[in-house]
Nanobody
Framework: QVQLVESGGGLVQAGGSLRLSCETS????????MAWYRQASGKQRELVAS???????DYADSVKGRFTISRDNSKRTVYLQMNSLKPEDTAVYYC?????????WGQGTQVTVSS
């Protein structure tokens, strides 16, 4: 079964930065568009950023200019660099493929931004 393992979350003050990592066991990772999602307490999971197999990226308006998604195909890993963090970025962050249906979700990594 494919595994998605997110890491890098933590507690940070507003304005700070974090870098999230998602290690995958996807065998054909190089041809899979990937994405980061987040779910705040009491809210639905939302798409934060995505990256195509060719490296093109797209972002939710709320994070545009602050977050950067990247991928390392040799490591089958996706990253999310988060700068200028805001309290409203507080959520559990997950990675998954951009296609539907999603792969089984990992445990996610908690990001908490204090004001």
């Amino acid at each position: 079964q494919v595994q998605l393992v997110e890491s890098g979350g933590g507690l940070v003050q507003a304005g700070g930065s974090l870098r999230l990592s998602c290690e995958t066991s996807i065998s054909l990772f190089t041809i899979v568009p990937m994405a980061w999602y987040r779910q705040a307490s009491g809210k639905q999971r939302e798409l934060v950023a995505s990256i195509t197999t060719g490296g093109s990226t797209d972002y939710a308006d709320s994070v545009k200019g602050r977050f950067t998604i990247s991928r390392d195909n040799s490591k089958r890993t996706v990253y999310l660099q988060m700068n200028s963090l805001k309290p409203e970025d507080t959520a559990v962050y997950y990675c998954n493929r951009r296609n539907t249906p999603p792969l089984p979700w990992g445990q996610g990594t908690q990001v908490t931004v204090s004001s």
